[in-house]
Antibody
Framework: QIQLVQSGPELKKPGESVKISCKAS????????MHWVKQAPGKGLKWMGW????????AYADDFKGRFVFSLEASASTANLQISNLKNEDTATYFC????????WGQGVLVTVSS | DIVLTQTPPTLSATIGQSVSISCRSS???????????LNWLLQRPGQSPQLLIY???NLESGVPNRFSGSGSETDFTLKISGVEAEDLGLYYC?????????FGGGTKLELK
């Protein structure tokens, strides 16, 4: 069965970096794009951008340009999200979701940024 | 950016009641390929979002047929014909026609 399994929760200090993984199984990884979605505590969903899992090319929403990087380990059917220079407002749950229809989602990774 | 406005923000229903959620877009979601990329998602408490409906009216595999979607261009509706307890949670519309992709603000379905 198709699954997206994400890495575990993270507790970080402001200024640190974090890398979140999303491992896909049950389908051909390079046939579908991977999207990233942010959900701040008690808030709605916000699209961060996506990565073409075949070419590795990424596109970012305006609010996620600069400190956010999407990458792949295609041989491991894994997509990664790295956030550098963490800020308090980065505290959120981060989801990966399979494109183009968002038909499968990871379980989410809670990243907490606190001094 | 496309703004999706969902109404109502909160919906109280009894089991078996039929309810509708509206999603209004600031621009037409009709793509140049002729399709309209408006999806509906349900996020149950503590869970990841789940796709219910894609491209306005297509029921995702495994989703009960009490869920239905309709609409065109800028006005869309999700209908639940006979709410069940497992339907409670937050409903989101989302559009993937225009970048950046955007979500509605959500509608919370709760028991009356």
């Amino acid at each position: 069965q198709i699954q997206l399994v994400q890495s575990g929760p993270e507790l970080k200090k402001p200024g640190e970096s974090v890398k979140i993984s999303c491992k896909a199984s049950g389908y051909t990884f390079t046939d579908y794009a991977m999207h990233w979605v942010k959900q701040a505590p008690g808030k709605g969903l916000k699209w961060m951008g996506w990565i073409n899992t075949y070419t590795g090319k990424a596109a970012y929403a305006d609010d996620f340009k600069g400190r956010f990087v999407f990458s792949l380990e295609a041989s491991a059917s894994t997509a990664n999200l790295q956030i550098s220079n963490l800020k308090n407002e980065d505290t959120a749950t981060y989801f990966c979701a399979r494109g183009p229809y968002f038909d499968y989602w990871g379980q989410g990774v809670l990243v907490t940024v606190s001094s | 950016d496309i703004v999706l406005t969902q109404t109502p923000p909160t919906l109280s229903a009894t089991i078996g009641q039929s309810v509708s959620i509206s999603c209004r877009s600031s621009q037409s979601l009709l793509d140049s390929d002729g399709d309209t990329y408006l999806n509906w998602l349900l996020q149950r408490p503590g869970q990841s979002p789940q796709l219910l409906i894609y491209s306005v009216s297509n029921l995702e595999s495994g989703v009960p047929n009490r869920f239905s979607g309709s609409g065109s261009e800028t006005d869309f509706t999700l209908k639940i014909s006979g709410v069940e307890a497992e339907d409670l949670g937050l409903y989101y519309c989302m559009q993937t026609t225009h970048a950046p992709l955007t979500f509605g603000g959500g509608t919370k379905l709760e028991l009356k």
